[in-house]
């Protein structure tokens, strides 16, 4: 199986409203690792490695997060799978 990673960057109200926590529930679901992180400026990042397909998945589920969320932009970059390498599972920071 080839490890694919992406790092996503999720602008809006994504704070303060089980944003991360959702995307660990979604993320856990789909079989990926990685982590989703509130930034100072707002925003959340995500970190998610796994299948191409569980990751686009995940892709799809941020642009609209949570009930509670209202997303504004999602920017995505590529990411190295190595960085979530040895983690088990996925993590909220």
Do not use: H
């Not at 990673?5 to 990926?32: H, P």
């Not at 799809?60 to 190595?82: F, H, K, N, S, Y």
């Amino acid at each position: 199986m080839t490890t694919t990673a992406r790092r996503f960057f999720v602008e809006g109200r994504v704070q303060g409203v089980f944003f991360r926590g959702s995307t660990q529930a979604k993320a856990a679901e789909l079989g990926l690792s990685g982590y989703a992180i509130n930034l100072a400026d707002g925003r959340v990042e995500v970190l998610a490695a796994g299948t191409a397909s569980a990751v686009a998945a995940l892709a799809e589920w941020l642009q609209d997060g949570p009930p509670a969320a209202r997303v504004l932009a999602v920017t995505e970059a590529p990411a190295d799978p190595a960085e979530v390498s040895g983690s088990a599972g996925f993590r909220c920071g």
